[in-house]
């Protein structure tokens, strides 16, 4: 009789132990991002799935992707050793406060105003007022972009004030009726008039060399 109670017990131990099932590691992500880029994050969190997303903030000149599994950039990327996939298309916008009455900009007075050639906004067409230019820093991507293929690589005046978000970009012209600055078509909202835009910025996402079949099948998800 003990010897046939033994068994018993051994038998449901045996039976609990192949019922519990396994822990797998579910694995996580390290994502660097840009500003203007940090729009596609909650995408690139459901792409994921069950992975852990560690998302790092970065200026687009410290972008490195050897430091991340990927990196998420606007615009071109020279200079940088890596693979580039595009994965949407972003639009780059010239805002002014929507109680401004300058409701459009040709491209010249818009390159005057950033550079400070303009200093009064009834140049353009509109009140006797100082003209507030805000910028990003100059090591932002779409910084960079917009000094390169809008400024044609002009500086922009010394008196431009320096926006460190995009949140902060919108709220300064949103606050300011004689205010221009910088945002990129994620981030405009009724309160803003596009004075002037350029479309077609690709959306990309980085890597250092090939991307690992995790990495891969986030990035075709992202792509769709």
């Known amino acids: ?20 099932e396994p822990t797998v590691p579910v694995g996580s992500i390290t994502v660097q991002y840009t ?15 069950d992975m852990t997303v560690n998302a790092v903030p970065r200026a687009a ?7 991340a599994d990927m990196a998420i950039v606007i615009g071109s990327t020279p200079g940088r050793n890596s693979n580039a996939y595009q994965i949407d298309e972003e639009e780059l916008m010239v805002i002014l406060n929507a109680q401004n009455p300058v409701k459009s900009l040709t491209t010249e007075q818009a390159r005057d105003l950033f550079t400070g050639l303009i200093k009064s906004w009834d140049a353009v067409g ?28 002009s500086s922009v005046t010394s008196d431009a004030r320096l926006a460190t978000s995009m949140e902060e970009m919108r709220q300064a012209i949103a606050g300011n009726v004689n205010a221009v600055g910088l ?7 009724n ?12 959306v990309l996402v980085l890597t250092q060399g090939e991307p690992l079949d995790t990495i891969q099948r986030v990035i075709s998800c992202l792509q769709k």
Not at 130 to 137: A, G
């Open 1 to 20: 009789m003990k010897h046939f109670l033994v068994i018993v017990i051994l038998a449901l131990l045996l039976t609990a132990c192949e019922s519990i």
């Open 35 to 49: 500003n203007a880029a940090s729009p596609w994050l909650s995408e690139l969190s459901a792409c994921a799935g």
């Open 61 to 67: 000149n410290l972008i490195d992707p050897q430091s």
């Open 183 to 189: 945002l990129t078509g994620s981030w405009t909202m």
């Open 126 to 153: 509109g009140l006797d007022a100082p003209v507030e230019v805000w910028v990003f820093s100059p090591g932002d991507d779409i910084q960079q972009i917009f000094v390169i293929t809008f400024l044609a690589g």
């Open 191 to 202: 309160d803003l008039t596009t004075a002037f835009s350029i479309s077609g910025l690709p």
